[in-house]
């Protein structure tokens, strides 16, 4: 007993630092470090701004707006941050864009403690179109950064692991902001938002990056998205993955626009409900970040995408249909667990294949198909929500999604074994 005691222990041990493997890099410790502490901060704001403009307006539309402002960015500019990252110093890039949050985040504490906002509301909205202005050029330059940090043996668990450290942070942020919104208002938490960049800043500043040389061959910023956008079309198993991602990206996610409404007229909680059930989601992601980080083999990726998505659509759909708070934040914990293992894997694959030369540019095509198509998702919901209601929509959407996994599984997951040629021939997503 005690051998077998003791080959457990050892065995658990092993599963551990396999897990967290990549944080056995300098570099990759101390981003992580600040960018928990800068992530709880950005958590705070998005849940004390959605309440804000909520209670302000009383507006399920103006909900909408909001997310289509924060997250239109995206989908116009993405391309051009790909082409930075590409061409210039991506360390460089990161300080710049971490910088230019910090300062939006004071501005909107400005505005908002000397009551600015109270008479304008919609300068919320437009503060986060400026913030989504400069997450267009950060998520690319971002993402293509971790290689940088950790190499390519490394990347797949780095990325899990960015995963787990951003809903990480969606769990303590909204819980936090919650409480704060009821004991000190919103402005506080966009101050502390403002304060919290500080971290990630002094991390990248006190990283040793290894000098790389950027190619400059002239090509135009919209020819270099093309160029990159081909080559993801082209590619079986990154096609496939990106637009069942871009589905659950445009109808999925749409659910958190709604979650000030269940909390406030459905759950009859207030900001503190609202709290709980977006850190519920938050805690499933994480673990779900977590479970895809343990992973060493990336084989059989297609069906694990197809069978998370499909749980994220049946999570929805009951979610539509819930009315007990309890019943909501489970629901909610599978939707996180679910959703970000799908884009884990699906980041992964991504990674996986492509050239280092064009690592940035696919980045950026990722990013518009994941989190460009949001603000056209958020349209729609707000506009189908204020006919028919938020419970229905979400449960269209999920049904939506729920079509959108049987016709991936069909067409790929379980016909991937029979595809021939190059496009199978990494077995990253082979069924």
């Given at each position: 007993m005690g051998w077998d005691a003791s080959n457990q222990g050892e065995i658990s041990i092993l599963a551990l630092s396999t897990r967290f493997r990549a944080l056995?890099?300098?570099?990759?410790?101390?981003?992580t470090i600040?960018?928990?502490?800068?992530?709880?901060?950005?958590?705070?704001?998005?849940?004390?701004?959605?309440?804000?403009?909520?209670?302000?307006?009383?507006?399920?539309?103006?909900?909408?707006?909001?997310?289509f402002a924060s997250q239109v960015p995206?989908?116009?500019?993405?391309?051009?941050?790909?082409?930075m990252g590409d061409r210039y110093?991506?360390?460089?890039?990161?300080?710049?864009?971490?910088?230019?949050?910090?300062?939006?985040?004071f501005v909107l504490a400005a505005l908002t403690l000397t009551h600015v906002v109270d008479k304008w509301p919609l300068i919320v909205i437009y503060i986060a179109f400026l913030v989504g202005i400069v997450n267009a050029f950060d998520v690319p330059i971002r993402q293509a950064f971790f290689v940088h940090m950790v190499g390519r043996e490394d990347l797949p668990n780095a990325i899990a692991l960015n995963s787990s450290i951003f809903n990480g942070a969606r769990v303590v942020g909204p819980a936090i902001a919650g409480f704060a919104i009821m004991a000190i208002g919103e402005g506080w938490c966009f101050f502390v938002?403002?304060?919290?960049?500080?971290?990630?800043?002094?991390a990248l500043l006190m990283m040793r990056i290894t000098a790389t040389e950027m190619k400059h061959d002239g090509e135009s910023p919209?020819?270099?998205?093309?160029?990159?956008?081909?080559?993801?079309?082209?590619?079986?198993?990154?096609?496939?993955?990106?637009?069942?991602?871009?589905?659950?990206s445009m109808f999925g996610l749409q659910y958190s626009v709604f979650l000030p409404i269940y909390a406030h007229d459905i759950l009859h909680g207030g900001a503190k409900a609202l709290g709980l059930l977006m850190s519920a989601a938050g805690v499933g992601a994480v673990l779900g970040a977590l479970q895809f980080a343990a992973r060493t083999e990336y084989k059989g990726l297609a069906k694990w995408i197809g069978a998370t998505c499909t749980t994220c659509a049946i999570g929805l759909i009951v979610f539509s249909q819930a009315r007990a708070f309890w019943l909501c934040a489970v629901v909610l914990f599978a939707v996180g667990f679910a959703a970000t293992s799908q884009m884990a894997a699906t980041n992964t694959i991504i990674q996986e294949r492509v050239p280092e030369a064009m690592r940035s540019r696919l980045m950026a095509v990722y990013a518009t198909m994941f989190?460009?198509?949001?603000?056209i998702g958020a349209l729609i919901a707000g506009y189908v929500a204020k006919h028919v209601g938020a419970p229905r929509?979400?449960?269209?959407?999920?049904i939506l999604v729920l079509a959108g996994c049987i016709v991936f599984l069909w067409r790929v997951a379980f016909r991937l074994r029979d595809t021939s040629g190059a496009a199978v021939g990494a077995g990253v997503i082979e069924g």
């Open positions: 056995k890099h300098r570099n990759f410790q101390l981003f600040g960018q928990l502490i800068s992530l709880i901060g950005t958590w705070m704001q998005t849940t004390a701004q959605q309440w804000l403009v909520y209670r302000l307006t009383k507006s399920v539309a103006l909900l909408g707006i909001f997310g995206m989908l116009l500019l993405a391309w051009m941050g790909g082409y110093n991506r360390h460089r890039g990161v300080i710049v864009t971490q910088t230019c949050s910090m300062i939006l985040a938002n403002g304060l919290s960049f500080i971290a990630v800043l002094v919209v020819r270099s998205f093309v160029q990159g956008f081909r080559f993801a079309m082209a590619d079986l198993p990154i096609r496939s993955a990106l637009l069942l991602l871009c589905v659950l989190m460009g198509v949001m603000p929509t979400i449960l269209l959407f999920g």
